[in-house]
T-cell receptor, first 112, second 110 residues
Framework: DAKTTQPPSMDCAEGRAANLPCNHSTISGNEYVYWYRQIHSQGPQYIIHGLKNNETNEMASLIITEDRKSSTLILPHATLRDTAVYYC?????????????FGQGTTLQVKP | DTAVSQTPKYLVTQMGNDKSIKCEQNLGHDTMYWYKQDSKKFLKIMFSYNNKELIINETVPNRFSPKSPDKAHLNLHINSLELGDSAVYFCASWKAGELFFGEGSRLTVL
């Protein structure tokens, strides 16, 4: 499984876009990039995932570089409720029963 | 309806005791996991079952024994509890590229 590197912490002003980077330079061709977040001590929550193309859903956008060695999660209008630890992970295709390994994540603090 | 439910949510016990944590998912998924989150907040995978079969067994002491009576349930039994077992244990189920986590079971060993 490819390893990911994220900054330990970031701040963002409420209402502004939060851009969370992730480095996954050893990602394999069939591995997807996944983003989860953990608010306080709740169970981690799925946000978004992608393979090559940029993805968008109601929560966030995922921008993957052309060489797939890094990605950015974008929360377009951060709110105080988006304060959480954000985890970037990689794993095999959806049908694969492999393991999702969590790194240290980025603690995002959204400030008023 | 809660998709992945764990019981109990809190468990306080003495060293040396045996305890179990139960997990149930009503999503119809085939694959379930146990993760451990320690005081430093690292989430570590422990076990995974696919359709009642053990497919992932990380380096976990054999005091920890998962059991999957059917694909909707994955229980975790811990023998001879130690102080270092204190953590939050998360159950999760997986399908179609998404892991669904329970709310966690906080185990405190005194």
């Amino acid at each position: 499984d490819a390893k990911t590197t994220q900054p330990p912490s970031m701040d963002c002003a409420e209402g502004r876009a939060a851009n969370l980077p992730c480095n996954h330079s050893t990602i394999s061709g069939n591995e997807y990039v996944y983003w989860y977040r953990q608010i306080h001590s709740q169970g981690p929550q799925y946000i978004i995932h992608g393979l090559k193309n940029n993805e968008t859903n109601e929560m966030a956008s995922l921008i993957i570089t052309e060489d797939r060695k890094s990605s950015t999660l974008i929360l377009p209008h951060a709110t105080l409720r988006d304060t959480a630890v954000y985890y970037c992970n990689v794993r095999g295709p959806a049908g694969n029963t492999g393991k999702l390994i969590f790194g240290q994540g980025t603690t995002l603090q959204v400030k008023p | 309806d809660t998709a992945v439910s764990q019981t109990p949510k809190y468990l306080v016990t003495q060293m040396g005791n045996d305890k179990s944590i139960k997990c149930e998912q009503n999503l119809g998924h085939d694959t379930m996991y146990w993760y451990k989150q320690d005081s430093k907040k690292f989430l570590k995978i422990m076990f995974s079952y696919n359709n009642k079969e053990l497919i992932i067994n990380e380096t976990v002491p054999n005091r920890f024994s998962p059991k999957s009576p059917d694909k909707a349930h994955l229980n975790l039994h811990i023998n001879s509890l130690e102080l270092g077992d204190s953590a939050v244990y998360f159950c999760a189920s997986w399908k179609a590229g998404e892991l669904f986590f329970g709310e966690g079971s906080r185990l405190t060993v005194l």
